[in-house]
């Protein structure tokens, strides 16, 4: 079949005109590039302080202000282990830092422990562990997460004495440092065999501290006999770590560690024996541990 065009398209010339559109979709992107992050750190990475400073504070800082409060979780360890909280310094029991809205500063307060030991300079790392709050994070570089606190000691040893400086730190970082007591004691009269003590004796001294360092001294003018250096975990339910530390007398820095565990609650351990003479403390035979019932112990 032939398809007929209307005459108007059959006599020529006829021209034939199409029109073609193009319609163009154009998809965007849409960000919102108004929103700041608050970089958190440190505000200097070191500082050296006398031990008689008294309370000090370590900055936080965060750049630029935030817009909500920021809680800055942190942590310490210390390198020495003679550095313990509670016994050379205190801490916040919160264990965070906040900088509020609108401020870049927070303060971190160390409370410094002007004690007697003779323990050298002690060396704590803090370190920025997380943040609670929106828009803000830790600076990516690791020198500003941490802060290398010195406490320079300011105690000095004297030949006329023997200083027994007692430090301990408990094994879990949540633990109540003022829950648990340990105390120590000078012994005399101790009777006792290669396996045990059968007779504690009585107390010659005793530290009245309960903050995590005990010190004894031991005069020139002292009596002259034998003694047993004691360590008592008085009370407390958590594992704890102590150094014995003996200075004077022909000891410097001699050192004694030993781990007690929560069932050592209750009991003492005997170090010794010793025997003084004018200003010789010297060992009787090699020294040995004696585990005692505190509650043995006369005085208390």
Same mark, same amino acid.
């Given at each position: ?13 006829? @021209? ?33 302080y ?7 504070? %370590? ?11 920021? =809680? @800055? ?34 303060? %971190? ?7 007697? $030991? ?12 997380? @943040?609670?709050g929106?828009?803000?994070? %830790? ?23 023997? $200083? ?12 109540? =440092?003022?829950?648990?007591? =340990? ?5 005399y ?10 007779? /504690?004796?009585?107390t ?11 010190? %004894? ?12 250096? =004691?360590?008592?975990?008085?009370s ?7 150094? &014995?530390? &003996? ?36 060992? /009787? ?9 505190k509650?043995?112990?006369?005085? &208390?």
């Amino acid at each position: 079949m032939k398809r007929l065009l209307p005459s108007r398209f059959t006599n020529p010339p006829y @021209i034939l005109t199409f029109t073609i559109c193009f319609s163009w979709v154009v998809i965007s992107s849409c960000s919102d590039d108004s929103t700041t992050v608050s970089v958190v750190k440190f505000s200097s990475a070191k500082a050296t302080y006398a031990e008689s400073v008294g309370t000090i504070n %370590l900055t936080v800082v965060a750049s630029p202000a935030p817009a909500a409060d920021l =809680v @800055i979780t942190y942590t310490w360890s210390a390198t020495d282990t003679t550095a313990h909280l509670g016994g050379d310094f205190n801490l916040p029991a919160t264990k965070t830092v906040t900088i509020k809205a609108g401020q870049t500063t927070a303060n %971190l307060s160390v409370t410094i422990v002007d004690d007697a $030991q003779l323990d050298g300079d002690d060396l704590m790392t803090f370190t920025l562990q997380s @943040i609670a709050g929106s828009n803000a994070k %830790l600076s990516t570089t690791s020198a500003d997460q941490s802060f290398a606190l010195t406490i320079a000691d300011n105690e000095t040893s004297s030949p006329s004495t023997l $200083q027994q400086d007692l430090v301990w730190r408990l094994s879990s970082a949540t633990a109540d =440092v003022n829950a648990v007591n =340990v105390d120590l004691y000078l012994q005399y009269g101790v009777t006792y065999n290669s396996t045990s003590i059968t007779d /504690v004796g009585e107390t010659y001294n005793l530290s009245s501290n309960e903050t995590g360092f005990e010190t %004894l001294i031991l005069n020139e003018s002292d009596s002259d006999m034998e003694y047993f250096i =004691v360590i008592s975990y008085t009370s407390g339910s958590s594992d704890l770590y102590y150094t &014995l530390n &003996l200075n004077g007398f022909g000891y410097t820095n001699t050192n004694v560690m030993k781990k007690m565990s929560a069932d050592d609650s209750g009991y003492a351990v005997f170090y010794g024996p010793f025997t003084k003479s004018g200003s010789s403390f010297g060992r /009787v035979q090699q020294p040995r541990f004696y585990s005692v019932d505190k509650r043995l112990l006369k005085g &208390l």
